[in-house]
């Protein structure tokens, strides 16, 4: 008799089986490691954008700027005409949430004003990986 030499159709089959099961672990690590990485963005920017407010606080008589229609206004800049001490540009471009390219939810009425990752007037809930749906990431404003 004459031996054959290959693979099996059942020992092909298992071993596509097995590489199918890790490529899908991969895709899901690296899905999470995505959404993780948009949150610390997130975080990130919304920092800056605080530190900025703070910024304009401190130059315009204790007052922070007012939103652009609940958002955090494209620019943040102080100037004279609206009773600022000079003329500045604190932040040309104000970051935008890392997914969307929505700005960021301001909230000048608030006491103490507010800067939220949600979109759409603080109906949809930007951060993808922490806490639950129910309770947006956001800084508060104190000076």
Known sequence: ??????FTLLEMLVVIGIIAVLVSIG?????????KARDARRKIDIGAIKDAMEQYYSLC?????????GMVPGTIQASTADGCSSDTVILQTVPTDPKTADRYDYNDGG???SICAT?????????????????????????
Not at 1 to 6: A, E, Q, S
């Open 1 to 6: 008799m004459k031996k054959i030499l290959g």
């Open 27 to 35: 895709a899901v690590s690296y899905s999470t490691a995505q959404k």
């Open 61 to 69: 008589n204790s007052a922070y700027p007012f939103s652009d229609g």
């Open 111 to 113: 006491s103490p004003p």
């Open 119 to 143: 979109a759409g007037g603080g109906t949809v809930y930007l951060m993808e990986t922490e806490g639950d749906l129910g309770s947006p990431f956001c800084v508060y404003l104190q000076q």
